[in-house]
């Protein structure tokens, strides 16, 4: 059709309160330079507004899915997430999107992946980044992933079908540890600040710190956060190190352009009342703990799945600056109400303690997803055959 552009077949998902462009593997280039060249120049990138591409110009739309069977005994489908960046020629591997997890289940399903079974079929999903396994339980009608349903989550508008993720398998999920440190809380030194954190790793690595530690209430937006630089510039420095700590870098220095997306910083103080993004207002009893969260070197605009599930195993481990942050009642009961700058997000969180170690059984949210568009993104020749 044309002779100048190349087309690839890609669908439009949204997953959770997130958006992003999946792939089937199978029809991108094998060869990881030229698939990423491609997929770069799917979303626009690297362009702030990504104009010329279907990314969304924010970080939460800037996502990407890779999907295809799974040779693995325990998986249906393997799954690679990629934040694909609009600043510069990048995309990140190295962490998760649980946002976008929770709409693979259903593109499985649809693309004829996965058998469909009514009213709930069950999808083992490998997260390729991680080598962890994530169940899905995914509501089915008619052969297809159901769209509609009753059930509502801060940050996207309306009702949808509830899509269950078990997040368990997570727990450790790059060191092999739950605590990496081996600690419960660590220092950070900024300067001549001692920064006291928590390092937990469920979903993805998160940096955990007290507002009061930054001389913050916790409550701010997400516009207050960004408006100030030097905050900004402190949260960086303190996530550097532990990017470090984490063993996902080896000099902090290198943190922020080589691990931009990983770890998460997450700010958390206890429940407050405040107003949502939506104009929505949240009262003290709405919430066990309140957080802000920052990924990509940008707040999040709610709060992401893996930083929520991470924060679901934090309130479990005796300790951590999560668990002495919320309520004896919230520390008992098996759902955690985290209150973010889009609403309320909760996690069921499960876990046997014993001798100081801590085991996850259940690491469970809800998600609603929906495919959006399916099609072709066509791709200049040219800017395939560009050298780096």
Same mark, same amino acid.
């Given at each position: *059709? ?21 792939? *089937? ?86 693309n004829?992946?996965?058998?469909? +079974?009514?009213p ?30 009753d ?24 060191s092999?540890?739950? &605590? ?11 300067? +001549? ?34 408006a ?7 949260i ?9 700590m ?30 949502? &993004?939506?104009?929505?207002?949240i ?8 957080a ?32 002495? *942050? ?36 259940k ?26």
């Open positions: *059709m044309y002779t100048t552009m190349k087309s690839y077949p890609c669908s439009i998902v949204r997953g959770g309160t997130s958006k992003g462009i999946f792939f *089937m593997k199978n029809e991108l280039p094998s060869d990881p330079e030229e698939r990423d060249k491609v997929i770069m120049a799917a979303f626009g990138s690297p362009d702030p507004r990504e104009i010329d591409g279907l990314g969304g110009a924010d970080v939460l739309t800037s996502k990407l899915a890779i999907i295809g069977p799974s040779d693995s005994d325990d998986a249906d489908v393997d799954y690679t997430f990629g934040q694909v960046s609009f600043e510069r020629k990048f995309i990140d591997y190295k962490g998760n999107c649980g946002n976008i997890s929770s709409a693979v289940g259903p593109f499985a399903i649809d004829g992946l996965v058998p469909p +079974k009514e709930i079929t069950t999808v083992r999903i490998r997260q390729t980044n991680s080598n962890t396994i994530l169940t899905a339980e995914v509501p089915v009608r008619d052969g297809k992933a159901e769209v509609d349903g059930f509502h989550i801060d940050g996207v508008l309306g009702t949808g079908a509830r899509i269950t993720m078990d997040w368990s398998d997570t727990a450790g999920c790059f092999g540890k739950l &605590l990496p440190t081996g600690n419960t809380k660590d220092i950070i030194r900024v300067g +001549k600040n001692n920064y006291e954190v928590s390092l937990v790793e469920a979903g993805n690595p998160l940096v955990f710190i007290a507002a009061s530690s930054l001389g913050m209430a916790g409550t701010e937006t997400t516009a207050e956060i960004e100030n630089e030097n905050l900004l510039r402190e960086q420095l303190i996530r550097s190190q532990a990017a470090v984490f063993g996902l870098v080896d000099d902090a220095k290198d943190a922020e352009e080589k691990s931009p997306y990983n770890p998460f910083f997450a700010i958390v103080s206890p429940p407050a009342p405040y107003t949502a &993004l939506d104009g929505k207002k009262t003290a009893d709405d919430v066990d703990v309140v802000r969260l920052s990924f990509m070197l940008k707040m999040h605009k709610t709060y992401p799945i893996t930083g929520t599930v991470c924060t679901g195993a934090a309130a479990r481990i005796p300790g951590s600056i999560v668990y002495d *942050m919320i309520s004896e009642e919230a520390r008992k009961n098996g759902v955690l109400r985290i209150g973010h700058p889009g609403g309320v997000v909760e996690v069921e969180a499960d876990a046997e303690v014993e001798d100081g170690h801590v085991w996850m059984n690491l469970a949210v809800y998600r609603t997803a929906r495919r959006i568009l399916d099609g072709q993104v066509y791709i200049r020749k040219s800017v395939l055959e560009e050298e780096d």
